[in-house]
Structure formats: C-alpha cells, structure tokens
C-alpha cells in the first residue's frame, strides 16, 4: 500500500498564504497522478487541484485558478499545494490523494487509490 501524510495546515487570516505538503512512502511515486481534495464542515468533498503523473497536466477548480499552485517533486515523494490569498470559504480539511493508474478524469475521487488523513486549514477575517 502507498501511505500519505499531510502537513502545513493552520490558521491564516484571510488573504495569507499556506504550503501545504504530502510526502509518500514507495518507489513508485514518480508514476502516480496525485491531486488535493477538501472538505468544509457539512459539505461534500471537493476536488481542488490535480497533476498528472507525467507534471504534463495540472487542473485546478475554477474557485482557486490563479490562487493556488500544485507541484511535485519525485526525489522527496511529495506533493505540495502553495495557497495563497487565502479566502473564508478555503476553511476547510485538505487531503491529498494519489492515483496508481493512469486517468483522464483528475478531478474524479475515484481516479485515486490512496488518501492522506487530512490537515486543517483555517481563515479566518
């Protein structure tokens, strides 16, 4: 199995920045598509941005276009989300997610095999 841990969530008042990071354990990770997801208290879980594993494709939901920035770096098996003009609906818990086979639907939880727990990211006004 391919293990996922988070870090880099807190509290941020709005319009600040947070790195969020996700390091993976095998030997295998620079063939995996790996994406960001969220969770707001009562709402559904929400796709928030995805690279593929080749770094040729990276997608974003519309609402953090321009804001956000996903990266990966396969020498230390981890993904990172750099946040940046954090707003009050960005609070939320953010995990990270990886996929194992190949996809053209990023943005869809079931392209991904493996999830992180989460870490929280609050802004505040």
């Known amino acids: 199995q391919v293990q996922l841990v988070e870090s880099g969530g807190g509290s941020v008042q709005a319009g600040g920045s947070l790195k969020l990071s996700c390091a993976a354990s095998g030997r295998t990770f620079s063939t995996y598509d790996l994406g960001w997801f969220r969770q707001a208290p009562g709402k559904e879980r929400e796709f928030v941005a995805g690279?593929?594993?080749?770094?040729?494709?990276?997608v974003y939901t519309e609402s953090v276009k321009g804001r956000f920035t996903i990266t990966r770096d396969n020498g230390k098996n981890t993904v990172y989300l750099q946040m940046n003009s954090l707003k009050l609906e960005d609070t939320a818990v953010y995990s990270c997610a990886a996929g194992t086979r190949r996809s053209s639907s990023p943005a869809a939880p079931a392209t991904y095999d493996y999830w992180g727990q989460g870490t929280q990211v609050t802004v505040s006004s």
């Open positions: 690279i593929r594993w080749n770094s040729f494709l990276t």
